[in-house]
């Protein structure tokens, strides 16, 4: 049993899907002295900050950043934009894509949640959440309103509930192929800073994101990168807001300030987070994640359990979502490798509880952080009595051994 008196020896391993682990160098910058967010040091910092993470979206437009999770920032891009009775478009990718949808409802938006029919032999329940948005149901769909009573449309990046991303750039491509005027909100809360993100080139009109998944930061700020139209289209929308409203906030941000106190140690974390994703190079940061998951895969395909991501092209390059043969509870396997090993897997959320469980490859990891978890993986799943086809161990030892890595860790050193 598990007490406040337990001190397991070692580190825990948390292989969630965010929060990630956390670096070293990260926790030390945060344990600065709180300085006062009105003085004369607090203005470089925010600048800083608001400089360094328009280069993480890609974007030369403000970035809002609230003390807020992530949900908070899915509020705020909801309510800055949009009026009660508005229309919107959402996709079920799977639980967090759900969870956006249940919240346009409760502010009072109309919701139309797009989710494409067919069976899956492993999730009978969940037929789109094994796959990305289709960017053609959304042209089609859009192509029908031609009242243009659709005032948004909301796709999550990387649906962190089942380890698939979503192609943002054929959204947009179906948007303005029907030649609709819909704004495009995307969740990147968990794609951001570890699979590629284009907020400007993709043509996204408000980008959330959060600090505890892709930028290894602790839970507690959150983002939203917004465009001119979506920064126009907040001077006629009216769902009611003040805490989230982007107008004083921009303001105020233009000398580093914010109109209410800021989470300053974690805008001390969110620095150097930025000057160690910056500095490694963004793309050298997404080849790194897209080889932790390939020799994460290369571990499930050996033991012959499903993906939960049923399409190679969009393998989530910050988790594997692995189902769990019939019969087998998943969150039991989670609790047995918890209690024995110590280390934290991401559970089956909304219409996959109990069937699949996933592991996280983001944040503070390396190959060795990657072999472990395989390896508790690996023991949790044969002493449930799973029968497994083969070591995933040996075959994730083998892609590491023979894949090295690229750039990054060599040009650091
Ligand atoms: C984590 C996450 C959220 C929720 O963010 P909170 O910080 O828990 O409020 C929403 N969407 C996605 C895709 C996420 O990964």
Same mark, same amino acid.
């Given at each position: 049993?598990?007490?406040l008196?337990?001190?397991?020896?070692?580190?825990?391993?948390?292989?969630?899907?965010g929060?990630s682990?956390?670096?070293?160098r990260?926790?030390?910058?945060?344990?600065?002295?709180?300085?006062d967010?009105?003085?004369?040091?607090?203005?470089p910092?925010?600048?800083?900050?608001?400089?360094?993470?328009r280069?993480?979206?890609?974007?030369?437009?403000p970035?809002i950043? &609230?003390p807020a999770?992530?949900?908070?920032?899915?509020?705020?891009?909801?309510?800055?934009?949009?009026?009660?009775?508005?229309?919107v478009?959402?996709?079920?990718?799977?639980h967090?894509?759900s969870l956006?949808n249940k *919240?346009?409802?409760?502010?009072?938006?109309?919701?139309e949640?797009?989710?494409?029919?067919?069976?899956?032999?492993h999730?009978?329940g /969940?037929?789109?959440?094994r796959?990305?948005?289709? /960017?053609d149901?959304?042209?089609e769909?859009?192509?029908?309103?031609?009242?243009?009573?659709?005032?948004?449309?909301?796709v999550?990046?990387?649906?962190?509930?089942?380890?698939?991303?979503?192609?943002?750039?054929?959204?947009?491509?179906?948007?303005?192929a029907?030649?609709?005027?819909a704004?495009l909100?995307?969740?990147s809360i968990?794609g951001?800073?570890?699979?590629?993100?284009?907020?400007?080139?993709?043509?996204?009109?408000?980008t959330?994101?959060?600090?505890?998944?892709?930028?290894?930061?602790?839970p507690?700020?959150?983002?939203?990168?917004?465009?001119p139209?979506?920064?126009?289209a907040m001077?006629?929308a009216?769902?009611p807001?003040s805490?989230?409203?982007?107008?004083e906030?921009?303001? *105020?941000?233009?000398?580093?300030?914010w109109p &209410?106190?800021?989470?300053?140690n974690l805008?001390?974390?969110?620095?150097?987070?930025?000057? *160690?994703?910056?500095?490694?190079?963004?793309?050298n940061?997404?080849?790194?994640?897209?080889?932790?998951?390939a020799g994460v895969?290369?571990?499930?395909n050996?033991?012959?359990?499903?993906?939960?991501?049923d399409?190679?092209?969009?393998?989530?390059?910050?988790?594997?979502?692995?189902?769990t043969?019939q019969g087998?509870?998943?969150?039991?396997?989670?609790?047995?490798?918890?209690?024995?090993f110590d280390?934290s897997l991401?559970t089956?959320?909304?219409?996959?509880?109990g069937?699949?469980?996933?592991?996280?490859?983001?944040?503070?990891s390396?190959?060795?952080?990657?072999? /472990?978890?395989v390896a508790a993986?690996e *023991?949790?799943?044969?002493?449930?009595?799973?029968?497994?086809?083969?070591?995933g161990?040996?075959?994730?030892m083998?892609?590491?051994?023979?894949?090295?890595?690229?750039?990054?860790?060599? /040009?650091?050193?």
């Open positions: 049993m598990l007490t008196d337990f001190h397991p020896t070692g580190r825990h391993f948390l292989q969630i899907p929060p682990p956390v670096p070293d990260i926790l030390r910058a945060m344990s600065l002295p709180t300085i967010h009105r003085g004369p040091e607090f203005g910092l925010g600048l800083k900050v608001l400089d360094g993470i280069q993480v979206f890609k974007t030369r437009h970035v950043i &609230y999770s992530g949900t908070g920032a899915w509020e705020a891009a909801l309510s800055n934009t949009l009026s009660a009775g508005d229309k478009l959402m996709y079920e990718t799977g967090f894509a956006w *919240m346009a409802l409760r502010l009072g938006l109309v919701p949640f797009l989710a494409p029919q067919g069976t899956d032999e999730l009978p /969940a037929p789109g959440w796959h990305g948005v289709r /960017a149901l959304i042209e769909r859009l192509r029908k309103d031609t009242a243009h009573e659709i005032k948004a449309v909301c999550v990046h990387n649906e962190t509930s089942t380890g698939v991303t979503s192609d943002i750039a054929s959204v947009r491509k179906a948007i303005d029907a030649r609709h005027p704004l909100l995307v969740d968990s951001l800073a570890s699979a590629d993100f284009r907020h400007d080139e993709w043509g996204v009109d408000v959330v994101s959060g600090s505890q998944k892709g930028l290894m930061l602790p507690g700020i959150s983002f939203n990168a917004v465009s139209k979506a920064l126009e001077k006629t009216r769902l807001r805490f989230w409203a982007w107008d906030i921009v303001e *105020m941000n233009k000398d580093g300030y &209410y106190t800021p989470n300053t805008l001390y974390g969110l620095a150097e987070s930025l000057d *160690m994703i910056l500095g490694e190079g963004l793309d940061v997404f080849a790194r994640h897209q080889r932790w998951g895969r290369t571990a499930v050996a033991w012959g359990l499903p993906i939960q991501c399409d190679p092209a969009l393998y989530s390059p910050v988790l594997t979502g692995v189902i043969p087998v509870d998943a969150d039991a396997v989670r609790r047995l490798i918890h209690e024995r280390l991401g089956g959320l909304g219409k996959l509880k069937r699949m469980f996933r592991m996280g490859h983001l944040g503070d390396n190959d060795l952080t990657l072999i /472990a978890m993986v *023991m949790g799943l044969r002493l449930s009595g799973v029968k497994l086809a083969g070591s161990v040996q075959a994730s083998e892609y590491f051994a023979g894949h090295p890595a690229g750039t990054a860790l060599r /040009a650091a050193a």
